[in-house]
């Protein structure tokens, strides 16, 4: 059950083609009833484990970044879907004047995911970590997506976690359906308006409630 709060692969998935869409209103329910397994949508700031094979961890990513965390020999792996607030972005890279607990909260989807991980069995000599996202945004003055993408590498790299692949920046955004049994990932782009609008009130809607929340 997804716990929500060879290397694996990666795979890009095809668009639908616009007659195939049109007979399911819900393109997510579209492309989902392609997998066969219960989707756990994730926002960001959210993550989740799990080892069954009939689910699977959603993410729609814009700048922010998705890690995704596997343990093939217990079939386990999780998904946290970090972004960074702009409080922190705006510092960089200057940001150990920064106060500590606004640090650990930005990066407190990450530190639950490996905490569930821990507790589920994995080992740290056995798990895989791929990370996708960072799209860079037209007329982005702060360049959200790579900072997102640095600050996360380097957070990984202080807890000595390698990543073993990555799939980032680009114009476009990123739907990412990930099965924590397997450690299969598939990767879909979305170019529309409507997604770009969407992720763009998501990721506002955070940096609201992050400033507000404990």
Not at 17 to 32: G, H, K, L, T
Not at 53 to 63: D, K, N, P, Y
Not at 128 to 151: A, H, L
Not at 174 to 201: C, Q, T
């Amino acid at each position: 059950m997804v716990d929500h709060f060879d290397p694996p692969v990666t795979e890009q998935l095809p668009d639908a083609a616009p007659e195939e869409r049109r007979v399911i209103d819900d393109c997510n329910e579209y492309f989902n009833a392609q997998f066969g397994a219960k989707p756990f949508y994730l926002e960001p700031g959210e993550s989740g484990c799990g080892d069954s094979m009939g689910e699977m961890l959603v993410a729609t990513i814009g700048s922010g970044i998705v890690v995704t965390i596997h343990d093939r020999e217990l079939g386990i792996g999780g998904m946290a879907y970090l972004l960074i607030p702009d409080v922190i972005l705006e510092a960089f890279p200057n940001v150990d004047h920064l106060e500590p607990d606004i640090l650990d909260k930005a990066f407190r989807p990450l530190d639950n995911c490996i905490a569930q991980m821990k507790r589920m069995g994995a080992g740290k000599n056995r798990i895989r970590i791929r990370i996708m996202g960072g799209t860079s945004y037209k007329g982005d003055d702060v360049d959200r997506g790579t900072k997102n993408y640095v600050m996360a590498k380097d957070y990984l790299a202080k807890k000595n976690l390698v990543v073993m692949s990555e799939d980032m920046n680009g114009p476009y955004l990123r739907r990412v359906h990930f099965f924590p049994h397997s450690g299969r990932a598939v990767r879909r782009i979305l170019r529309r308006k409507s997604d770009f609008a969407s992720i763009h009130e998501d990721e506002n809607n955070f940096q609201n409630i992050f400033g507000n929340s404990p």
